[in-house]
Structures are given as structure tokens and as C-alpha cells.
């Protein structure tokens, strides 16, 4: 599909992450979907968890290897209900921005293996895009054959779908500017590296520190190590700062722009 492009909206940025009940940002919600309109081909917007999908998950369990199976099942009408909650909000500020677009959530047709991906049918979400429909997907909790259900995060389906289908551009929304040396919420003079090759990528890995606020998923170290695998020379993998106005429209236009690019 030509210039299919994902764009992942990191939670943090599109809820109030330390705010509890979940409460959604409106004001960036409506401001990424006007830069969305940048955009002019086929699309697919992957939504975090942020405090809708974080919160809940953390008060079930999910993240220690020793919560029951009974506690996780236990977890899913609210983590689905907040996650439902967020991407609806998403879905409105993109119709209501002239991007026609629809949901598709993961619980529905994803199953997992401790923790794994085992099948996550795609016909669906191409079937959507041939019709012009932007595709919203959300990090969600989806049923487990060994653990009852795990945790599916926005970046295991960003880079999941970037090997099912054809995507050309992933471009990852972050509170942050990109991939530092050292954690800048630790370090605020940490130095932003913004091309990752194979020559720095071990030393990238090394420095990335885990997030601050609750991430029941991995915080950045995983995030970076699954972005290397799809990051090639047919897929185009930028991680920028989602909070800058501007950063968004100029990735989608082929400006240049602050963030980390991923060259193999
Ligand atoms: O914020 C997590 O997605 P992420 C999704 O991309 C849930 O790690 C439901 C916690």
C-alpha cells in the first residue's frame, strides 16, 4: 500500500498520565489530529495506554510474574473499558478533523502466549485502509492460553504491524525529544542522539533508563529494542517528542525536525 504510514501516540501525551480517575488530554488530542491532516495517504494511529490502559493494569497485576491468573482475568472489563473510552476520543477528533477513521481493537481478535503474540488476524485493518478509513488501534489486554491475559502494548502492535503489512513510515510520539545518552528526566542535560545506526546502537541500549511514571510494559528499554527490528531501509522509524507543536506535521511532510531517526 503506498505511504502507508503509522504514527503512535504515546499515553502520556494523550492522557493525563499521573491523574487518577484516567482523564484524557483533550487540548493534544484535538492538536495531533489537525497535524494528522499532513498526512495524505493511508494511515494507522496506534494509541498508548497512558493512565486509561497503565493505571488499571498495574492495580490487576499485570507486570508481576506473581499475580494469579485469576487477578489478570479480573483486570479486563476495566482496562478494556478505559482503553474503549480513549480510543473513542482519538476517533472523534479525527472525523471531527476530516480524517474518516475507525477502531479496531486488538481484544477482539488478538490472542497471546505468555505474553507473546500468537495471532493477530490483519485482513481487517487492511480491508479498512483500501477503504479509506484511518485505522485506530490501542494497546489493550487481550486473552493469554498460559497466564489468562497479558498486556498488549501500542509498541509490540506498531512493530508487529510494520513486519504483517507494508508500512513505509512508524514514527513514535513520546513525551521526550527522542532516544538520549542518559535518561533526561534524570539528566536534563542529557545529550539527544539523533541518528541510531548499527555503530551506536549497543551503547544506545545501554543508556536508555526505564520510565518514570507506572509502565506495566517494559518502559523505554524494551520500546527500543523491538523499534530495531523493524528499522530498515524500506522502513523509515523516527521517535519524537509528541508534545512539540510541529514536530508531527514536519515527520509526516519529509521535514527535517528534532527527534531520533533509526538508519540499518
Ligand atoms: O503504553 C499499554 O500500551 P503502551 C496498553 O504502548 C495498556 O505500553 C492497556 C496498558
Same mark, same amino acid.
Given at each position: 500500500m503506498k505511504s502507508l504510514t503509522l504514527v503512535k501516540l504515546g499515553g502520556s501525551v494523550i492522557t493525563q498520565k499521573k491523574l487518577s480517575p484516567p482523564t484524557v488530554n483533550e487540548m493534544a488530542i484535538n492538536r495531533i489530529a489537525k497535524e494528522l491532516r499532513a498526512h495524505k495517504g493511508p494511515l494507522i494511529v496506534v494509541l498508548g495506554g497512558g493512565a486509561h490502559g497503565h493505571q488499571a493494569a498495574h492495580a490487576y497485576g499485570f &507486570?508481576?510474574?506473581?499475580?494469579?491468573p485469576e487477578k489478570l482475568l479480573a483486570g479486563i472489563p476495566l482496562i478494556r473499558h478505559n482503553m474503549t473510552l480513549l480510543s473513542l476520543e482519538v476517533e472523534q477528533a479525527l472525523n471531527v478533523n476530516g480524517i474518516p477513521s475507525v477502531v479496531i481493537s486488538p481484544f477482539s481478535s488478538v490472542s497471546m502466549h505468555h505474553g507473546v503474540i500468537s495471532s493477530f488476524p490483519t485482513d481487517i485493518i487492511k480491508g479498512a485502509l483500501e477503504a479509506h478509513c484511518a485505522v485506530i488501534i490501542h494497546g489493550d489486554v487481550c486473552l493469554d492460553d498460559v497466564q489468562g491475559a497479558s498486556i498488549l502494548s501500542g509498541d509490540t502492535i506498531s512493530v508487529y504491524l510494520a513486519k504483517a503489512l507494508d508500512i513505509q513510515r512508524i514514527f513514535i510520539g513520546t513525551d521526550v525529544d527522542g532516544i538520549f545518552e542518559e535518561d533526561p528526566r534524570v539528566n536534563p542535560n542529557a545529550t539527544l542522539i539523533s541518528v541510531i545506526d548499527s555503530s551506536n546502537k549497543d551503547s544506545v541500549l545501554a543508556g536508555t533508563g526505564a520510565s518514570?511514571?507506572?509502565?506495566?510494559? &517494559? &518502559?523505554?528499554v524494551q520500546k527500543t529494542q523491538e523499534l530495531f527490528e523493524i528499522a530498515n531501509q524500506t522502513t523509515h522509524v523516527a521517535i519524537f517528542?509528541?508534545?512539540?507543536? &510541529?514536530r508531527l506535521t514536519a515527520l509526516l511532510k519529509g521535514k527535517s525536525t528534532t527527534c531520533t531517526r533509526m538508519n540499518f
Open positions: &507486570g508481576d510474574s506473581s499475580t494469579s518514570t511514571a507506572i509502565d506495566v510494559t &517494559g &518502559g523505554m517528542n509528541l508534545t512539540a507543536p &510541529g
